[in-house]
């Protein structure tokens, strides 16, 4: 029995092993359809550069992206508008700006709508962008020139500007465009990392058709309706979020692993995963072919759709359902613990208990999960710098986690496997047992009820739950009545390892920090239903906890030995200058309380303190002293200040120096109104406009009665013009170049 137990653990490791390789992207391709080795080519040309909004690397990028679409024969033009940030999403300086979208049509026969291909050109300042979203780019470049010119809808690109300023690109197309009215079928191209599964992680409301269409159409699908679940109440904000807002249908894709090459120089053609832009090239393009046969109109319904892949099978299935079957998987954890105490294996209180106590791993779990990224930077201080928390060499340290999760899990389970039940009674017959089978069966109720729970508090998601544990009920019952004992308890446990155990491994995509607070507890939720499996061989149950926990410790130490700081794998830093022209006074600006996890930091943070909050706002937390630089503040006009009706109301003129992509302006004072070329900011008391006018900004500015002080700065992002300036040795990189210069006007009465 033993041996067939570890035959059957190990079979199900292999399987995990083929479900992972599953979702693996595809090998890239030269010619054939969609071409990775083609469409990376844009990118290696092209997109070499930084270029934020404004800059003349990204006006220059997006003439040759017109040129580009041009060349392909579609109808290419510039749209041109003022985007702003939602409104509904809180920040302390609202972005604004004039945008220019890259719009190339391929006009359909007898359109019901169009379809969109999205994605971003600009970037952030601190890096090329070769993934985020040179990918993008380069998939609807590829898409364009395979495309038949014979279809039935009208296909539109859209490269949209300013997305990594607030997705004012985005907004000012769906605000102005006749192409963003009607029947609008979306789909946005991301990437939070340089490599991993593109995965269409959010949809927008009434897309159950168009998962549909998905399923049958895409090569390579990866997509789970519990993510999009998730998404769409957390603030992950891309472009799509704005069509989303728009009543645009459509979906999300992104891939997100190798996230510490995100927005930093190293998001470079050469960390591109072609594999990934392989994989978003088929898909995207396999379902724009089919959407642009498709009625566009009849893709909306109000239907809920639960849908998910596993091992190449795109699983969907009326949303209507999911509740049942949750429910269903809770029942028939019931009747196995019905079945377990009529052959005297379990007690109900003892069953109950142990159900209880279930919550006691997943918990201890989720907290080593969000404590390991802090226990890696007290160990590596330059960890805490690190910009989605995740490691350059992570694989060593997510195995750690991932042993940790098991050391807690076994060590619950021998901890109550050795204690004792109470004497057998007439209620409960049977000879006195130890705790393993009451454990395995409440820990085996506990899973099926938290699919209840998911059902219905986060509906698409509780799949990721409810199959399993109905898959481990029914291999343990049917293990009773056989003897293929270890047979059926395997054969059971194979939904656990396709969803709970691939879900697990998954969510380090996210990165450390964040993807290791739910890949734990996922590992716990799979580990806690092989429990009757893993029982047969765990003799000495204390012996596999300790030295599970002595391997955690291992891994997490070759892990600082695997992933060193270097040339090729640097440090980042953060260090952004700040100048009050008024008082020639200067700073800089750290994220960090000190600087001092980053060597070349310390200079800059080894000064005079100064106040962050006198230059800074947002993202600064420690300031000091700087050189003072020559540089000028924008010209702040007032050209007319009156008061009436218990409102006063501030016309201005704020002209830029022509040197820096960015002007704006912060006021105290209660504002009522603010207005900026025409754009209305609410209530908002801070703006930064990008790629401003030369001939500056009309602002008006309605606030209550009383003094008011008017706050107008510049930003660029060449850190090289303030004197006494190191750049960063090759080991480091900075990012957060950012050159602060402003003016304050004090005005006390109109």
């Not at 999300?252 to 591109?272: I, M, N, V, W």
């Not at 969907?316 to 429910?327: F, S």
């Not at 619950?412 to 049977?430: E, I």
């Not at 155990?501 to 996210?510: C, K, N």
Request: net charge neutral.
């Amino acid at each position: 029995m033993k041996r067939h137990a570890i035959a059957g653990l190990i079979a199900l490791g292999a399987l995990l092993v083929v479900a992972l390789a599953d979702v693996t992207p595809p090998a890239p391709r030269a010619d054939g359809g969609f071409s990775a080795e083609r469409a990376v080519h844009h990118v290696e040309d092209l997109l070499k550069a930084p270029r934020p909004s404004g800059t003349a690397e990204h006006n220059r990028v997006g003439k040759e992206l017109e040129r580009r679409f041009r060349g392909l024969g579609l109808k290419t033009r510039m749209q041109d508008g003022i985007g702003v940030f939602p409104a509904d999403i809180e920040v302390p300086t609202v972005p604004l700006g004039a945008m220019r979208n890259i719009v190339a049509v391929l006009p359909g026969t007898a359109p019901t709508g169009r379809v969109v291909l999205a994605a971003h050109y600009d970037s952030v300042p601190a890096g090329p962008g070769a993934s985020d979203d040179g990918a993008g780019v380069a998939t609807l470049l590829e898409i364009a020139r395979l495309l038949p010119r014979t279809l039935k809808n009208d296909v539109v690109f859209l490269l949209t500007d300013g997305e990594e300023q607030g997705l004012l690109g985005a907004e000012a197309f769906v605000r102005s465009d006749p192409m963003a009215k009607g029947d609008v079928v979306v789909l946005n191209h991301e990437a939070r990392g340089v490599r991993g599964p593109a995965v269409a992680f959010r949809t927008s409301a009434g897309s159950a058709p168009l998962m549909r269409l998905y399923g049958e159409a895409v090569p390579h699908p990866t997509a789970d309706s519990g993510t999009a679940s998730i998404m769409s109440v957390l603030p992950n904000d891309t472009d799509f979020t704005v069509f989303s807002e728009a009543g645009w249908l459509g979906l999300d894709t992104a891939f997100t692993a190798g996230g510490a090459y995100y927005h930093s120089p190293l998001d470079d053609a050469a960390h591109l995963s072609r594999a990934s832009l392989q994989q978003m090239g088929d898909n995207s393009f396999a379902l724009t072919t089919a959407l642009a046969q498709t009625d566009l109109a009849a893709l909306r319904s109000e239907e809920s759709r639960v849908y998910f892949n596993v091992m190449s099978l795109f699983v969907h299935y009326p949303g209507l359902l999911e509740p049942l079957i949750a429910l269903v998987a809770l029942g028939a954890a019931g009747l196995l613990v019905v079945a377990l105490r009529r052959r005297g294996l379990v007690t109900l209180p003892q069953t109950f208990a142990r159900f209880g106590l279930a919550t006691v791993p997943v918990a201890a779990a989720g907290a080593a999960g969000l404590a390991f990224w802090p226990l890696l930077g007290a160990l590596r201080p330059e960890y805490t710098a690190m910009f989605t928390g995740d490691p350059y060499w992570p694989w060593l340290y997510q195995a750690a986690l991932l042993v940790f999760t098991s050391a807690i899990v076994l060590l619950w389970h021998g901890v109550l496997r050795r204690a004792r039940t109470q004497p057998p009674t007439a209620d409960a017959p049977g000879p006195s047992v130890r705790g393993g089978e009451p454990a395995a069966a409440g820990a085996l109720l506990f899973v099926a009820l938290l699919g209840v729970v998911f059902a219905l508090l986060a509906p698409g998601s509780s799949h990721i739950l409810s199959f399993p544990a109905l898959g481990a009920a029914a291999g343990w019952m049917v293990s009773l009545r056989t003897r293929w004992r270890v047979l059926a308890l395997t054969a059971g446990l194979v939904p656990a390892v396709v969803l709970l155990g691939v879900s697990a491994i998954g969510m380090f995509d996210l990165g450390l920090k964040i993807g290791g607070i739910a890949a734990a507890p996922c590992l716990a939720l799979f580990l806690l239903l092989v429990l009757p499996l893993a029982d047969v061989v765990l003799a000495r149950r204390f012996l596999i906890p300790s030295v599970a926990v002595a391997v955690s410790v291992a891994l997490v130490a070759a892990g600082l030995v695997a992933d060193p700081f270097d040339r090729s794998h640097p440090r980042q830093a953060r260090l952004a200058y700040a100048l009050d022209a008024d008082h020639r006074a200067a700073a800089w600006g750290m994220a960090g309380t000190a600087g001092t996890a980053v060597p070349w930091l310390r200079r800059y943070a080894d000064g005079q303190r100064a106040d962050p909050r006198t230059f800074f706002t947002d993202e600064v937390a420690y300031a000091t002293v700087a050189p003072v630089a020559s540089l000028r503040p924008p010209e702040l006009a007032v050209l007319d200040d009156r008061t009436a009706g218990g409102r006063r109301t501030l016309t201005l003129r704020l002209t830029p120096t022509g040197a820096a992509p960015i002007t704006g302006l912060r006021t105290s004072g209660e504002v009522l109104s603010l207005a900026v070329q025409g754009r209305d900011l609410g209530r908002r008391t801070a703006f930064a406009f990008h790629n401003p006018p030369t001939s500056g900004l009309a602002v008006t500015l309605v606030l209550r009665p009383g003094p008011v002080e008017l706050r107008a700065f510049e930003q660029d992002h060449d850190l090289s013009v303030v004197p006494g300036y190191v750049p960063p040795p090759s080991d480091t990189v900075n990012m957060l170049p950012e050159t602060t210069v402003f003016t304050t006007r004090s005005l006390l009465t109109s």
